[in-house]
Antibody
Framework: EVQLVESGGGLVQPGGSLRLSCAASGFTFSSYWMSWVRQAPGKGLEWVANIKQDGSEKYYVDSVKGRFTISRDNAKNSLYLQMNSLRAEDTAVYYC??????????????????WGRGTLVTVSS | DIQMTQSPSSLSASVGDRVTITCRASQSISSYLNWYQQKPGKAPKLLIYAASSLQSGVPSRFSGSGSGTDFTLTISSLQPEDFATYYCQQSYSTPSITFGQGTRLEIK
């Protein structure tokens, strides 16, 4: 079955750290750009980070730069998000998603194709 | 950053109605616009990509149009399963992409 399954969410204090994982199965994980997208409770979707197929390029939304790190292990078919210096405003459901190209990444010709079910991160004292 | 503004933010409609949701970009994004549907507690699901291309498996009552800064998602005849929140998303400014704030479609 083609799927993405996130894990690692939970309750963490402000200033703390958490590492999210996303396990991919049923498709050739190493062939896809991957992303993390989050959704604060009752709010809309926000893109967080992208990573290229081989991990050589990584991009982040300004609000997490310097605090979050996206990575991947293609041998383990896994995507990660290391989150440090967490703030209350990072509280959200975090989804991993694969990018499907209809042109190429840099032209903008892509969309979020497969999504996981999400994992909830709560930052609170 | 490119801002995406959806209107309306919420909408009440009845089964069988024709519904149109608008998404406006703060600058031209050509046709690099995707639409997603999200139901409570679920991940988003792609409906339309490249402004007007229907994703495989999505019912033909969904359609998208537009280019430049103004885009629309139309549902030709609402079905009970269509009541959800809809998001537009631009990929023009890759790698930094943005979503609209969402349009909640409710049963009248």
């Amino acid at each position: 079955e083609v799927q993405l399954v996130e894990s690692g969410g939970g309750l963490v204090q402000p200033g703390g750290s958490l590492r999210l994982s996303c396990a991919a199965s049923g498709f050739t994980f190493s062939s896809y750009w991957m992303s993390w997208v989050r959704q604060a409770p009752g709010k809309g979707l926000e893109w967080v980070a992208n990573i290229k197929q081989d991990g050589s390029e990584k991009y982040y939304v300004d609000s997490v730069k310097g605090r979050f790190t996206i990575s991947r292990d293609n041998a383990k078919n896994s995507l990660y998000l290391q989150m440090n210096s967490l703030r209350a405003e990072d509280t959200a459901v975090y989804y991993c998603a694969s990018l499907k190209m209809y042109y190429d990444f840099w032209s903008g010709g892509w969309y979020f194709d497969l999504w996981g079910r999400g994992t909830l991160v709560t930052v609170s004292s | 950053d490119i801002q995406m503004t959806q209107s309306p933010s919420s909408l009440s409609a009845s089964v069988g109605d024709r519904v149109t949701i608008t998404c406006r970009a703060s600058q031209s994004i050509s046709s690099y616009l995707n639409w997603y549907q999200q139901k409570p507690g679920k991940a988003p699901k792609l409906l339309i990509y490249a402004a007007s291309s229907l994703q495989s498996g999505v019912p033909s009552r969904f359609s998208g149009s537009g280019s430049g800064t103004d885009f629309t998602l139309t549902i030709s005849s609402l079905q009970p399963e269509d009541f959800a929140t809809y998001y537009c998303q631009q990929s023009y400014s890759t790698p930094s992409i943005t979503f609209g704030q969402g349009t909640r479609l409710e049963i009248k």
